[in-house]
């Protein structure tokens, strides 16, 4: 009897982690189905504007894409303005020669405190996030939401940790999150992977539009960027 009751027991757990999970979903793709309806037509004058400047500012495409982490480790092709110069790779090379401390700093922070290969243009753009804009489409595919963990590199995957991957590697990724309005530039790896971990695990339709909310601070004022 204790035995069939524990079955049962289990059974109803197992169901009901399942319906908040499809509880979470509907909830979130409502949101954000309605809230992408609404910036889309704003988002694709702004595009025309940013596609015209990178033309202006640079040679290269005005769309770069790379291989990241989506829902499932699956990995997919992520959308961003181009933000560095073509020859990026030999500027970087020759910039690491001869500040070599850049290199432990990239091992903390994943990036470069000063990166020589982005152009005028890409820094303004990085620092508004206005870089992530081509992502649409990535939410246009399924691949993304706007808002959620961004989206990993595919080399960063063993360095998120198994008890972490468990978690941000089963939702989709967003095109802004948590860790990007919660100063990124001044946190490490490793505490942007709990932030992502804790956002996940905490997660609220209000979490949600205070993140919007913030995201566009940052878009307009900079603010919470750095």
Not at 59 to 66: A, L, R, T, Y
Request: charged content about 25%.
């Amino acid at each position: 009897t204790s035995k069939k009751m524990l079955e049962k027991n289990d059974i109803g757990n197992i169901c009901h982690e399942h319906l908040e999970y499809y509880s979470y979903e509907s909830l979130k793709y409502l949101f954000e189905k309605t809230v992408t309806f609404l910036i889309f037509p704003f988002a694709l004058i702004l595009h025309l504007f940013i596609a015209l400047a990178i033309k202006f500012d640079s040679k290269g495409s005005v769309i770069f894409k790379q291989k990241r982490l989506g829902k499932d480790a699956k990995a997919f092709s992520c959308y961003k303005y181009r933000t560095m110069y073509t020859d990026n790779e030999e500027i970087l090379s020759n910039y690491l020669h001869d500040n070599p401390e850049e290199i432990n700093y990239y091992n903390t922070y994943h990036k470069y405190k000063n990166d020589p290969r982005v152009t005028k243009l890409g820094n303004i753009l990085r620092k508004t996030s206005l870089d992530e804009f081509p992502q649409f489409y990535n939410i246009l595919q399924g691949k993304m939401n706007l808002v959620g963990p961004r989206p990993y590199m595919i080399n960063e995957k063993d360095m998120i940790g198994k008890l972490h991957e468990d978690i941000i590697l089963k939702v989709k990724p967003g095109i802004t999150g948590l860790w990007q309005v919660s100063g990124r530039n001044n946190l490490s790896f490793a505490r942007r992977v709990e932030l992502d971990s804790w956002y996940i695990q905490n997660w609220s339709l209000w979490a949600d539009f205070v993140i919007l909310i913030k995201t566009l601070k940052v878009v307009l004022f900079k603010v919470g960027a750095k």
